[in-house]
């Protein structure tokens, strides 16, 4: 009576209890893996996209089953040491590795090998047929995550991890809208793993996540990593560079660098200048230490040095105090100040750059030549109290709210501790900490007009059907300064650029460029006497449409201002991308006067159409041989040659022996001397970078594209790169 009691309780009561028991023993759940959203570049370029991998995988409960069934019938089998030792040769596995897993027979399934391509896919595919290893080893689709533009704007796009989820940058920032949501498969299975019949089998669809549709654009991006790299190869770089291009009236982002970058579709493996470190160190490859170390270097690698880190802005930073002391109504532009080399504030000297001093010089004149004590006079005006709240207004107090993980922030004194010291020192960019984006963004609000605006680089996010699901609205503008302000600063800048301003290596032909160096001297712990050189630039000047910023953090080769560190590169990065976003030039009178000869193609034509076709272009011409047709010129078609100095040859006799010139070394020449020495040899020149200041004080030959003493063509074409190598940005209070 008892046993039948409770055998009617069970059947009732407990029923849907032990019901559920008995299905989760008998059911195995498999995620089925939503296909993540793409990533666009603003002109609908694939930033991020996936493709098909596979998943080999073992189910060693199986394998025990079979082996005991081959072993009862009295058959000759090895499966677990046949399938070790193939699947080892096919998939580059360790064998002993497959060993410790074909052990574990309670299991029924153990993944071996993912992201495996589609020729090893079908070799496993082949071994499982071939030896009816059906039940035993699987290969499973899976969607892996694909970079189509491997390290293009790596720290800020970011990467997935292996079960594909977004761990930095945009994939991690926007990670539960790229995801999607996972479907699920039930299937019920025996004590041996065989499928029982489906009355618990159950399927659930995943929903592919939603697509996001940025900012960025690849060619702008493209040419500032380009620009980034350079920079901090060419100047020594000890502490990695970054560049921000950002469109100052609407805070889009085209485009973000930090370089040493890395490849998206392999972030695990460390930059060659981690890998160097690493070697370096001394540790063992097999030890707890180098783990540590190599794990150290990878974030580092992985971290966006644009957002997450702060740097002192130095003299790029006299762009906001001007537009301050401005728009205060503190100074005007005649005013003349007195550069004695210093100025002494609360008993403390605080030297220029300029240790003996400019002399006498007009507020404009002060903030071309980037001179401190000019502006530590107009920020003393100012006053603690008034210049703080700029801060604030410039948007220096708070995070900039861009939409990427991990953004730093400012490091200021406290407003009740700020003292006339600290605002003589803070006038000229010293002594306190922002990001490259917060610096990028006060610089957009004296070009916009005097707004701050929100720096972002996703422009809207569609569902998998392409409806606009979110897109990103601009905030309610904070004024800064006044607009009348922003035309008198930019004014200002662009004439700092194209006259005998500090930033002139930042010229770029046919643009009126606004622009600002800075070198500053780095307070931390273990970097006393290295700095941080910069430059940050907008343009149009009259009509400012976008900004570029670039820093190399603690070069330690050539001359260490960010006048000849960052802005050739800022320029370079203008001359590439404006023509791109439709911004045309408009060269001037004098550009024009000074614009390179682009060679014409006189090959094949008759003596005399050749002979008119090359004068008119401006070239001075030489003829080698007697013949009526030209059968090769010296330079090819489309080569940029100098107005002054330009020649072409025109051959007319296939035979006639081309005479050979001697490379002479030019490099630390003014332009007037180099131009002389090649023209000497027999050369062609061609100009790298501020042709309009050829003529300028301090304007130096820092490299040239053919070695000296090399033995060339007559004619042949030696590039030299000029630079203005002067110090009006250097700050050390």
């Avoid at 995988?57 to 069934?69: D, N, T």
């Avoid at 027979?105 to 896919?121: K, N, Q, S």
């Avoid at 320029?571 to 911004?583: K, N, S």
Wanted: hydrophobic share 35%.
């Amino acid at each position: 009576m008892g046993l039948a009691s409770r055998i009617l309780i069970l059947q009732t009561a407990g029923y849907g209890k032990y019901q559920q028991k008995v299905i989760d023993q008998i059911t195995t759940e498999s995620s089925v893996r939503a296909s993540r959203g793409k990533i666009y570049d603003t002109n609908g370029n694939l930033l991020a996209d996936h493709i098909t991998s596979y998943r080999v995988f073992l189910a060693p409960h199986r394998i025990a089953y079979a082996q005991s069934e081959a072993n009862r019938n009295g058959e000759q089998l090895d499966y677990a040491g046949l399938i070790a030792a193939r699947l080892s040769e096919i998939l580059g596995v360790s064998r002993d590795h497959l060993q410790e897993d074909l052990a574990k027979t309670r299991y029924l399934d153990r993944t071996v090998a993912r992201d495996v391509d589609e020729t090893v896919a079908d070799r496993v595919r082949e071994l499982i047929r071939d030896y009816g290893l059906q039940s035993m080893v699987g290969v499973e689709a899976v969607n892996t995550r694909y970079y189509p533009y491997g390290s293009l704007a790596a720290q800020a796009i970011g990467f997935t991890g292996s079960d594909g989820a977004g761990l930095y940058g945009l994939e991690y920032y926007y990670n539960d809208q790229l995801a999607g949501e996972n479907g699920r498969y039930i299937t019920a299975r025996d004590a041996r793993g065989n499928a029982m019949p489906d009355e618990y089998e159950e399927f659930s669809a995943a929903t592919p996540g939603c697509d996001l549709h940025t900012t960025l654009d690849v060619f702008v991006q493209a040419a500032l990593d380009e620009q980034v790299e350079t920079a901090y190869i060419e100047a020594g770089g000890q502490n990695r560079a970054a560049g921000i291009v950002m469109n100052v009236k609407t805070g889009a982002i085209l485009a973000m660098s930090t370089y040493p970058n890395f490849d998206l579709n392999d972030p695990w493996t460390p930059d060659a200048q981690s890998a160097q470190r690493l070697s370096q160190s001394g540790l063992s490859p097999n030890s707890q230490e180098y783990a540590v170390l190599r794990r150290e270097l990878l974030l580092t690698m992985w971290s966006n040095k644009a957002i997450t880190e702060s740097y002192i802005p130095g003299s790029t930073f006299k762009v906001i105090t001007a537009a301050m002391a401005l728009e205060s109504d503190v100074t005007r532009l005649e005013e003349t100040f007195q550069c004695t080399g210093s100025k002494n504030v609360l008993g403390f000297n605080i030297h220029c750059h300029k240790r003996k001093g400019h002399g006498t010089l007009t507020f404009v004149q002060g903030i071309q030549q980037s001179c401190n004590p000019v502006l530590m006079t107009v920020g003393l005006r100012l006053g603690g109290d008034r210049f703080y709240d700029y801060l604030e207004t410039f948007g220096f107090l708070e995070k900039t709210g861009v939409d990427l993980p991990g953004e730093g922030g400012s490091v200021l004194i406290d407003r009740e501790n700020f003292t006339d010291l600290d605002l003589a020192i803070y006038s000229f960019g010293q002594n306190f900490n922002v990001t490259l984006l917060q610096q990028i963004t006060a610089v957009s609000a004296v070009a916009n007009g005097g707004y701050l605006v929100t720096p972002h680089l996703v422009d809207h996010i569609t569902d998998p059907a392409g409806t606009v699901v979110w897109k990103f609205e601009q905030a309610e503008k904070q004024t800064a300064v006044s607009a009348e302000t922003c035309r008198t600063v930019s004014k200002i800048l662009e004439e700092g650029v194209s006259g005998e301003g500090g930033a002139k290596n930042a010229y770029v032909a046919g643009y009126r460029i606004a622009a600002k160096t800075g070198t500053s001297q780095k307070k931390n712990a273990g970097s006393v006497g290295k700095y941080v050189c910069s430059t940050v630039a907008y343009a149009p000047a009259d009509d400012p449409q976008y900004a570029v910023i670039i820093i190399v953090d603690e070069p330690s080769a050539g001359i260490l201002y960010g006048s000849t560190v960052a802005a050739p590169y800022v320029g370079a990065v203008m001359e590439a991308i404006l023509p791109h976003l439709g911004v045309a030039p408009v060269y001037s009178a004098e550009e024009l006067e000074n614009r390179a000869i682009t060679t014409p193609d006189c090959r094949s034509l008759p003596r005399e159409a050749a002979l008119k076709t090359a004068r008119e272009s401006g070239l001075t011409v030489l003829t080698v041989g007697e013949g009526e047709l030209v059968v090769g010129q010296s330079p090819t078609p489309g080569t940029v040659l100098e107005k002054e100095t330009g020649k072409i040859i025109l051959y007319f006799e296939k035979e006639v022996p081309q005479p050979n010139a001697v490379v002479p070394d030019v490099v630390g020449k003014t332009p007037a001397e180099a131009t002389k020495a090649l023209a000497n040899a027999g050369l062609n020149l061609s100009v790298c970078g501020l042709r309009n200041h050829s003529g300028s004080a301090g304007v130096t030959v820092i490299s040239q594209s053919v070695p000296p003493d090399s033995e060339v063509p007559r004619g042949t074409v030696v590039t030299i790169t000029l630079r203005s190598l002067t110090d009006e940005d250097l700050d050390e209070p």
